[in-house]
């Protein structure tokens, strides 16, 4: 029976190991930010899929999915869809794509814009939730913007009239040799707060995580079921082994 518990115990630590383990560290200098993301929070996903709307379908495609999925997904009705997350022509059955022409993207800014659609799975959470808190100033860049992740970046800073202006600097830190902080200043010109702007980027990076793997919201029911069912099934196991054994003991 004790030998059965551990099995089980050590089958059900790989499966949590393994839903929470990234498809691609991604690759910086600086420690990442934790954006404490929790796809169970559907007013965080709609807020989210509103910011991303809104500031990034206009030059990012979000092609594997599709409006009216999205809607089923978040509780979006499909009115407020067509009244608010929709451009001129596109309907609710349509993938949700870029209004930018990828050429002109690509001449603009000297690459087209990625494809947002797994961004989340390739580059993890806690890289796009720090690299929309890294952008600063710099009038040598095309975009008049830099980013301490990703430096020379060519995506301008489209979140700037919510944060306003931003000084960064990266420095090691001083209690962990070795790691690389980022520390900003704000100037105090954008729209909202830091805090404000805080969480509208957690709840872009919450909206990205739910786009990279929409199944993700019905797993952790399904989990939940799937638990319920392994403890009854330990039980009736215990209980056989009990039979089995009752004339040797």
Request: with cysteine.
């Amino acid at each position: 029976m004790k030998k059965a518990l551990n099995l089980l115990v050590a089958a059900l630590g790989c499966v949590v190991a393994l839903a929470g383990t990234p498809v691609s560290a991604a690759e910086t200098n600086i420690d990442l930010l934790k954006p404490h993301i929790n796809l169970s929070d559907k007013n965080s996903l709609q807020r989210g899929a509103q910011t991303f709307v809104n500031y990034c379908l206009s030059c990012h495609n979000a092609s594997y999915m599709r409006y009216e999925h999205m809607s089923r997904d978040l509780g979006i009705s499909e009115e407020l869809v067509k009244e608010n997350m929709l451009f001129a022509g596109d309907r609710i059955g349509d993938l949700m794509k870029a209004a930018m022409d990828p050429d002109d993207a690509a001449k603009w800014f000297g690459k087209a814009p990625p494809n947002l659609s797994t961004i989340a799975r390739v580059k993890s959470p806690e890289y796009i939730y720090t690299f929309l808190k890294a952008f600063y100033p710099d009038s040598a860049q095309r975009t008049g913007w830099n980013n301490a992740v990703l430096p020379n970046t060519a995506m301008p800073h489209v979140l700037f009239p919510l944060q306003g202006d931003q000084k960064v600097d990266v420095a090691e830190d001083p209690d962990h040799p070795g790691h690389n902080v980022m520390k900003t200043e704000s100037m105090g010109n954008g729209s909202v707060s830091p805090e404000e702007y805080d969480g509208v980027v957690r709840d872009l990076t919450n909206f990205l995580v739910y786009l990279a793997e929409p199944a993700g919201l019905k797993r952790t029911k399904i989990g939940v079921f799937v638990m319920l069912f392994l403890l009854v099934l330990l039980g009736l196991t215990w209980l056989l082994k009990r039979e089995y054994w009752r004339d040797i003991h």
